[in-house]
């Protein structure tokens, strides 16, 4: 399995064991045409899978994607050349709808969507399904919805 990040947040990456600031190369380098997927890939010895990190030099590859051809499809580009090593890639994409997610779900066959269990968090989440389906309708046909991972619940809370 191979975990890869467009979220310059950086925050599972860290709880992988990741250490940002002794990256070599991420998957900003990637997207602006400056490595290889072979030299980017770390594997997590502390969790037993393959990550293909970020960091906050990812917040300028959103600007620049701005500027190329096919912006939409850059990370599809960049994981096809790891999709044969892989049975599974997950990719951890950023809470806001931005370039970036844009990328990711161009990019995925699926999306398993995780959703704090209160009020506001499900308003948000209709704008995201209205998303999908404009994603799939011009971008990703093959794109498919696999579930809601309800997370932060509480049973004290009635939604």
């Not at 995925?108 to 389906?133: H, R, S």
């Amino acid at each position: 399995m191979c975990e890869r990040y467009t979220d310059a947040r950086t925050i599972v990456g860290k709880h992988r064991g990741v250490e940002k600031n002794k990256l070599n190369s991420s998957i900003y380098d990637l997207f602006v045409g400056e490595g290889a997927v072979e030299a980017t890939i770390l594997f997590s010895e502390k969790n037993g899978f393959w990550i293909l990190p970020a960091n906050k030099d990812l917040l300028a590859a959103e600007i620049q994607l701005l500027e190329q051809h096919e912006r939409e499809f850059q990370l599809k580009k960049i994981l096809e050349k790891a999709t044969d090593n892989f049975d599974y890639i997950l990719i951890d994409a950023p809470p806001s709808m931005n370039i970036l997610t844009l990328n990711a779900l161009a990019a995925a066959g699926a999306v398993i969507i995780p959703v704090q269990c209160e009020y506001y968090a499900l308003e948000g989440l209709t704008g995201l399904l209205e998303t999908i389906n404009q994603v799939k309708q011009k971008i990703n046909p093959s794109l498919e919805i696999k579930g809601v991972l309800r997370t932060m619940f509480d049973v004290r809370n009635n939604i």
